[in-house]
């Protein structure tokens, strides 16, 4: 069965870093768009990062060039730079096993995405 369990959340001070990790197993992330969606309270989920298969990447505008998304063999990851009290949130890692590439899907829509991780938190003070 497909699984993906994320790791790597906590707390930190604004300006901090943060590695979150996503293990998958019963399927291979490499094929499949792989994506990062955080929750605020309240809020629906909102896409961070994706990386399809052949590699290629996109990103919030409200993350851009302070998170990079990436990926090891079963491994998805998100580093996390500089990072802000409004990027405190509930963080998940997506698979969408229907798409190599997003194409003309949009990559941020949840609806898109088959299997979820259980989520890890991000708290971060300023």
């Known amino acids: 069965d497909e699984q993906l369990v994320e790791s790597g959340g906590g707390s930190v001070q604004a300006g901090g870093s943060l590695r979150l990790s996503c293990g998958a197993s019963g399927f291979i992330p490499s094929r499949y768009c792989m994506g990062w969606f955080r929750q605020f309270p309240g809020k629906q989920r909102e896409g961070v990062a994706v990386i399809a298969n052949d590699g290629s990447t996109n990103y919030a505008a409200s993350v851009k060039g302070r998170f990079s998304i990436s990926r090891a063999n079963a491994e998805i990851y998100l580093q996390m730079n500089n990072l802000k009290p409004e990027d405190t949130a509930m963080y998940y890692c997506?698979?969408?096993?229907?798409?190599?590439?997003?194409?003309?899907?949009?990559?941020?829509?949840?609806?898109?995405?088959?299997?979820w991780g259980q989520g890890t938190q991000v708290t971060v003070s300023s």
């Open positions: 997506a698979a969408d096993l229907k798409r190599s590439i997003w194409g003309g899907a949009a990559w941020d829509d949840e609806d898109n995405y088959n299997f």
